[in-house]
């Protein structure tokens, strides 16, 4: 596109911190790195389109913080440490005061945690932004899906159906008190990914993966890949007052794009779950239910739901 | 999207060789990988937009070719040899033939260059591809745009131009004779990135750029890197008949996407083209100029132009 060169250094350049592993950044054909020895490269990637993945009226700030942030929460699943990405942007048209405030926000991310931006594309098109993104772990300490034991708890961070209740106020199908919308809205559009957590998937967790989807669809993918089954208690889910007083668990167990963990972990670790939540009251863990043999289920006040058979519950996210 | 993970597990799995290098691929949140002990990783992002990079009338294996093979021509230009991929694609539908036709181009490219697909996203949105592709290089041993030198032998491989020959006629806006016209489409459908060039780079070369923009300007980031001048006898131009007979050389000084290499070569190691030339008639290389203390100037019948004034030569591409 016009002026490619100019933006990637008006807009691009000092995003992050420079790390010490980056030989080559931004303005060469490719980056070139060092991966320190006895650790691994963990890498994901990960697309938000205009009107897919954020409603068209979100701003520069909020979709740099979410397209930085939903990919970092893939490393912090499986407990790596950030170290460095790479940004593709397709743009419509040159708007600086968009790309100036894109930008910014990116920089303020990518400060937080610690993340390098070492080099990227850009594009002329309909509006949308690729991160690859990069972490470092210690050689074969990272957390999978496929790790999950039968009596493991099943245990997830934070409040998941926020942000889907933040979806549906943002598209006005729902209206919803101040606090809660205020904390619904924050939670679609500045998803908070759980890298805190990455030392403590390492040491007790079993399996792990992040609430994209929605936790049940989520949890089946832990399922099919550990050959485990699970059930989880509806009561026991930390939701917000707004979803218990109008029992609308649904956000919860279905909506995507919390970016919270679920984890699973050895009953004999319990104990390490109170330890954490008394030391970290901002990324509160809560026991929601147990890995067991086989079979997918929702416990309710109501009697016992078959997951499996839910076809509601399934992916059908973006 | 609607079955992103059925889509993943028919199309993506065991695209390219099964590296030795992966720990974990395709179906947990993020890849994990191993880069050996005294290599560098190298790596590029590149995103393809239909419309803009393609024509909408582009074969889905055209577009596969292209995504990975505009990708691993950065590879080249930096003297690495590819490792792994990720895989972006945003898709307007499931379209399931077309899904097919585009997996059994990737695998095609990917199998030749023994490259393998890692991990990857697929989202809804208008048609765009983002490949982001990594390398490996013995350490320090990689080639970058800033290392040309006065007295540098300017060299190219290929016949650049052919592409944007192709693309003109691709768009009605000139015919061409049936030979010309088989050369031209393949350029731009299929261009075959250099990596066959790695070793000599590493051997020979002091610099070296991709040719995504045009050679006039993919040279000038060569310059300014490198802080350097440079004179270009179109004369010595390795085009195709069609350009020479109707002094067309526009196509090969300004258009895009031939994905040649251009290097920068120390005058000693002259006698090494010619060797190279004998033993790799299918990747001729070509001395077009060479580097000078300062200035940018092409060398004509007519006499000489001043490169830096003539904005019709500089960066314009997508």
């Not at 990272?142 to 997830?156: C, F, H, M, N, Q």
């Not at 929605?214 to 208690?233: E, F, N």
């Amino acid at each position: 596109m016009p002026g490619e060169f100019s933006l990637i250094d008006q807009y691009f350049k000092n995003v992050g911190t420079t790390g010490q592993l980056s030989r080559l950044g931004i303005g060469d054909d490719a980056a070139v790195l060092d991966v320190p020895a006895g650790q691994q490269l963990v890498m994901s990637v990960d697309t938000l389109v205009a009107g897919v993945h954020f409603p068209e009226t979100t701003s520069a700030a909020d979709i740099a913080h979410k397209a930085l942030a939903v990919n970092l929460s893939d490393l912090a699943a499986m407990g790596a440490t950030p170290a460095w990405f790479l940004l593709s942007i397709t743009l419509p048209e040159v708007d600086q005061a968009w790309l100036s405030e894109f930008s910014d926000g990116l920089k303020k991310i990518a400060g937080q945690y610690e993340i390098e931006l070492i080099g990227g594309d850009t594009c002329r098109g309909p509006l949308s932004i690729t991160v690859q993104v990069n972490g470092l772990v210690d050689k074969d300490k990272y957390v999978t899906r496929s790790g999950a034991k039968p009596g493991d708890l099943i245990v997830v961070s934070g409040e998941p159906g926020n942000a889907a209740l933040g979806l549906a106020f943002l598209q006005k199908k729902i209206s919803l008190p101040k606090e809660i919308e205020d904390l619904a809205v924050k939670a679609i559009n500045r998803p908070i990914p759980r890298l805190c957590l990455s030392v403590f998937l390492q040491e007790y967790a079993n399996a792990a993966i992040d609430l994209s989807d929605g936790l049940v669809g989520d949890l089946k993918h832990i399922l099919d890949k550990s050959g485990v089954g699970a059930v989880i208690r509806q009561a026991d889910l930390p939701v917000n007052n707004w979803i218990k007083q109008n029992n609308a668990y649904q956000y919860a167990l279905s909506g995507g794009d919390d970016y919270e963990l679920c984890l699973t972990i050895p009953e004999k670790h319990r104990d390490q779950i109170e330890t954490w939540n008394q030391a970290n009251p901002d990324c509160l863990l809560h026991e929601i239910g147990e890995i067991t043999k086989s079979g997918y289920y929702l416990t309710t006040t109501d009697g016992s739901i078959d997951l499996t058979r839910q076809t509601g519950f399934q992916h059908f996210g973006d």
